[in-house]
């Protein structure tokens, strides 16, 4: 619980996921958030950027800063 994991390639965009909480029983669940970075474009350029940008918001997770209030600032599929 707690760790985050990512960046993925999720379709069309890049995607970064907190795992919230998980529960065990006769199926395991596990509830978790994301942060979504969509390219701008379907160029290679843009492409690299998102990932560049989900690279880099992973790395300011990891040394301490706040996964929802990244959420809030980056996610680009308007859940946050």
Do not use: C, W
Not at 3 to 20: R, S
Not at 34 to 41: C, G
Not at 43 to 65: F, M, T, V
Request: net charge negative; proline share 4%.
């Amino acid at each position: 619980e707690g760790k985050v994991y990512g960046p993925y390639n999720d379709g069309d965009t890049y995607a970064l996921y907190k795992i919230m909480d998980i529960k065990d029983g006769s199926t395991n669940t596990a509830r978790a958030s994301h942060i979504l970075i969509k390219p701008e474009n379907d160029s290679p350029e843009a492409k690299q950027a998102a990932l560049a940008k989900a690279k880099d918001i992973h790395a300011q997770i990891k040394n301490g800063a706040d996964f929802a209030a990244l959420a809030a600032q980056h996610d680009s599929d308007g859940t946050a």
